[in-house]
Each structure stands twice: as C-alpha cells, then as structure tokens.
C-alpha cells in the first residue's frame, strides 16, 4: 500500500504544506486531509490567503508543523 497522501475532496497528492497547513487551521488530531485548493473553498478564501499564511509560519519559525 502506498503512503503517499491524497486530498480526501479531490484526490490530488498532498504536499508537505497541505497537511501542515490543514493541521494548523482545522484539527490536530485528523488522519485525512484536504489540499490547499480545497481548504481555501472549505473557508470561503480562495488559495492566496492561505498560501500567505503558509510563508508567514515558515518565515516566522514560531509554529514546529513548518520547520
């Protein structure tokens, strides 16, 4: 079975910062994930915010899920 990870919406492989991103904004304790195109429809916000939020914890260093 493989380990790679999918959008449970779409189906599209998930990258690295779709699950951390997901884990930040809607749960910690959720074993499937959506990607970030999906989450950004899920919260009515399109893909920019969200990428923005992205840049902001990696940059920051304050959040361990974007090291």
Known sequence: ???ARTCRKC???LMPDDVAIYLKLIS???QQFI???CLGEKLN???E???KLIAYYRQSGKCF???
């Open 35 to 37: 990607c970030i195109d």
């Open 1 to 3: 079975m493989s380990s």
């Open 65 to 67: 899920l974007f090291r």
């Open 49 to 51: 915010p969200i990428e």
């Open 45 to 47: 916000c399109g893909r």
């Open 28 to 30: 910690r304790i959720d």
């Open 11 to 13: 189906s599209v492989p």
